[in-house]
C-alpha cells in the first residue's frame, strides 16, 4: 500500500526492480498516470456545468430581486409628491 501511494505521487523509482511485480507495478503507474487526470478533469467539468445550470435556473429570479433591491434603497431620492403620484396611478396604465 505504501509503495501504491509513493507510486501515486511520483516516485516511479520505488517499486522498479528486475521482477514480474515491477513489470506489473510500471504498468499500473503508467495507466493510473493516465487515467486519473482524465477522471479529475471529467469531474471537474461535471461540476462546473452544474453550477452553471444552476445559476441560469435562476438568473431571471435574482435580476428581479437585484432590482427590487435597488428600488428599495434608492426611493428616498423620489420626493415625497412625486411617490405619492406613482403610488396613485399604478393601476391606471
Known amino acids: 500500500m505504501f509503495q501504491s501511494y ?3 505521487i ?3 523509482d520505488t ?3 528486475d521482477t514480474y511485480t515491477s ?3 510500471l504498468i499500473m503507474f503508467i495507466i493510473m498516470t493516465l487515467v486519473v487526470p482524465v477522471t479529475m478533469l471529467n ?3 461535471a461540476i462546473i456545468g452544474n453550477t ?6 435562476t438568473e431571471l429570479q435574482t ?5 427590487a433591491e435597488m428600488c428599495v434603497e434608492n426611493v428616498y431620492l423620489v420626493p415625497d409628491q412625486d411617490r405619492k403620484e ?5 393601476f391606471t396604465q
Open 63 to 67: 435580476l428581479y430581486k437585484v432590482r
Open 86 to 90: 406613482l403610488w396613485r396611478n399604478r
Open 23 to 25: 513489470f506489473v507495478s
Open 6 to 8: 509513493l507510486a501515486a
Open 15 to 17: 517499486f522498479l526492480d
Open 10 to 12: 511520483g516516485q516511479i
Open 52 to 57: 452553471y445550470n444552476k445559476v441560469h435556473e
Open 43 to 45: 469531474l471537474i467539468i
